[in-house]
């Protein structure tokens, strides 16, 4: 897949692909990892082909776009078919989602696996993008899980307790019930090893007001383990399956010690458990069928946008252990460290491909990662990046001050970035030049920081600008020769 070519035909066979939104070394966003695997699971089971790649998106494929909430760059589906998953048990005037998320859903079509969650983000008027809803049903050809009679713990509850789960989890612990916890994230094979230990994951509200996290219970029953759930004082508009599938319970003693027929680890809680799961795993479950449609639906809209689909106008120069970042090109210099996600292997430093001749002028974004202006590579990477850029385009560079220097840290910075700003004859340009747009000091930690002291980096934007006739003249007066050869 090259985004920077040109986007295929509408003829094409469908076909999907799952984009998680992850930011790096985030385990905490490997959250809607679980739901973006049981998707291509139950899409491939239906017979499309699915692929998943961590912030990419192809323009031959829906793209079903997992964890909007942690930054999706909307940019970067232009002439893409994208369909934004949302796995966040959200209300009314809810906070769980920041607000540009929330913009997103308006905005473009949904496939929903929260029931009722739609409802915080949109308003039914006619118009609206698309909507479906879809729950991972059973796992087709899972392998056999361990019996319930012979898993070691009790109940499990995932997460961080807030005030009112931990009030209702000491209520529980005098009544002389244990719950397992797991305070730290778990995604992915991890979360369904332990999962796989317990009896039951218990479902606890986050506030009284709170919706259900139907999704969460649908992933536990999909790998065989069952649900007790607090009710929720608004029930809620759930699939029959999951209603009968799940134990529920109101948070009272009584309510309680009836749902757990003598305990999580007794031989009553495990028949009624069984019972349940296997309720759940009966059946019906169509919302495979809503998300195909609504793959289709997409697909067939987004024809034109496709067609029209423009290049790619922002490049990355990608480092190790970095991830992409969707609606960029990634490039790497042939001496840099591997960079698996990047697109094409090319030196900056030299004379770039003729594939790139046509590009120069042309782009909008250059980020040249860390940047070592003391290097040659790196200096001519800059170079590079001012005649790829359009007018008005910007260099992102990160920068560290050097180390027991007599400058402070801002005349070190001007004074690397002097040959292309204040002396951009120095760089050997004449009609353009690069002004400083902005300078944000890091920490250690790359936390944005008041002022240079003590910073461990810079993050610094540049913007090309065409040279005045004073600069012009200026530069004419130190070259040898008078810059002719550039008028």
Known sequence: MSPLH??????????????????????????TLDAALALKQD???????????????????????????????????AGHACVLVNTVPLKTG???????????LKRWPVLETQPGAEASYRSGQPGEPPLAHWLPGPLQGAAPTTPLAQRPL???????????????????????????????????????????????????LREDDAPVDA???????????????????VPPSLPPALMAGVQWF????????????????????????????????????????AALALAQATWAASSTARQAAPLLDRLRLLGANEARWPGWWHVRAPQGLQAPDCDEVLDLGAALPTTWEARLGSLAVVDLGLWRPGRPDHAAALGAAVRLLAEEGLVVLRWQPPQASSRTPEEALHEALAPWTDSFWGSGSFEHRLQLRHVGWQNAEGFPQD???????????????????AERQKARAVRADFGLSQA
């Open 6 to 31: 040109t986007a295929p035909e509408a003829d094409i066979p469908l076909q999907a692909h799952i984009c998680v939104v992850h930011p790096w070394g985030d385990t905490q966003a490997l959250e």
């Open 43 to 77: 899409l491939q089971a239906a017979g499309l082909p699915v692929s998943l790649a961590r912030q990419q998106l192809r323009p031959d494929a829906v793209n079903f776009v997992f964890g909007v909430q942690y930054g999706f760059d909307a940019a970067a589906a």
């Open 94 to 104: 809810s906070i769980e989602m920041p607000p540009a998320a929330l913009r997103l």
């Open 154 to 204: 009790g109940l499990l509850m995932p997460g961080e307790a807030t005030a009112r789960q931990g009030a209702l989890l000491a209520g529980m612990a005098q009544m002389g019930i244990g719950v397992e916890r797991w305070g730290h994230s778990l995604a992915g094979p991890e979360r369904q090893a332990l999962c796989g230990q317990a009896r039951a994951m218990l479902m606890l």
């Open 215 to 233: 999704l969460g219970m649908a992933l536990a029953l999909r790998h065989g383990t069952p649900v007790l759930a607090e009710r929720a004082s």
């Open 250 to 289: 109101e948070p009272t003693p009584q309510s309680l010690t009836q749902a757990l027929a003598g305990g999580a680890l007794s031989d009553g809680f495990v028949a009624q458990a069984e019972q349940a799961l296997a309720q759940w795993q009966a059946g019906p479950h169509g919302g495979v069928a």
């Open 451 to 469: 002022g240079p002291q003590g910073a461990a980096s810079a993050r610094v934007v540049l913007v090309k600008q065409p040279t005045s006739l």
